[in-house]
């Protein structure tokens, strides 16, 4: 098993969808992360949290360190938003463990 | 601000050949971190720099990879030989320290034939 899961895997949506992706951790972690990556391999940061809730724009992030899950969303979901979404873990020493990422397309 | 620069963006190399990517992370970043994503897969740390020592290198194969931070700023990762297995996007990282943000350059798309 691996320690971080990701759920979905693929996810196709119409644009102004709303949208949630899920991961879920087994190891004790300092951080969690989400990040966006295009075709073409660059990684953008979206947001690093250790408690609660993050807002950014359409984008919201949350973590619940109890259950060791967090959930990232996307309201009024647009094609543009179409990217691979990872979840990654990390420790005190700044090491992430990533999941497998889910592939986002939304139709216009 | 700059972000994290890499290079080359492509390389197409025969198996057996040797290849060496480059690495200039953030200015005032003391933590790099080098990782290699197969297609399909995320990315897997194969070393972390605190300046220029190695924090982390369990994961990086030793006996055809080497990567090093001479002067604590730019980061060179070498294969040698490579393998068709070492096809994959290689994304360099920095952060200010520990557990801070990482930001990532564009990454090197490698392609052994």
């Known amino acids: 098993k691996n320690e971080v899961e990701q759920s979905p895997q693929n996810l196709t949506a119409q644009e102004g969808e709303f949208i949630t992706i899920n991961c879920s951790y087994s190891?004790?972690?300092?951080?969690l992360h989400w990040l966006q990556q295009h075709p073409g391999g660059g990684i953008v940061s979206l947001f690093m949290?250790?408690?609660g809730k993050k807002k950014h724009g359409r984008l919201i992030a949350t973590i619940n360190i109890q259950e060791k899950h967090s959930s990232l969303h996307i309201t009024a979901s647009h094609p543009r938003d179409s990217a691979v979404y990872i979840c990654?873990?990390?420790?005190?020493?700044?090491?992430?463990?990533f999941g497998q990422g889910t592939i986002l397309t939304v139709h216009p | 601000e700059a972000g994290v620069a890499q290079s080359p963006r492509y390389k197409i190399i025969e198996k057996r050949q040797s290849v060496a990517f480059w690495c200039n992370p953030i200015?005032?970043?003391?933590?790099l971190y080098w990782y290699q994503q197969i297609l399909g897969q995320g990315p897997k740390l194969l070393i972390q720099?605190?300046?220029?020592?190695?924090?982390?290198d369990s994961q990086l194969p030793k006996d055809r990879f080497s990567a090093e931070r001479l002067k604590g700023v730019d980061s060179t990762l070498k294969i040698q030989p490579a393998k068709l297995e070492d096809s994959a996007v290689y994304l360099c990282?920095?952060?200010?320290?520990f557990g801070t943000g990482q930001f990532f350059g564009p990454g090197t798309r490698l392609t052994v034939l």
């Open positions: 990282a920095s952060s200010l320290d």
């Open positions: 190891v004790g972690i300092s951080a």
């Open positions: 949290l250790s408690s």
């Open positions: 990654a873990v990390g420790t005190s020493y700044g090491k992430l463990t």
């Open positions: 200015s005032g970043h003391a933590t």
């Open positions: 720099f605190q300046n220029n020592g190695v924090v982390d």
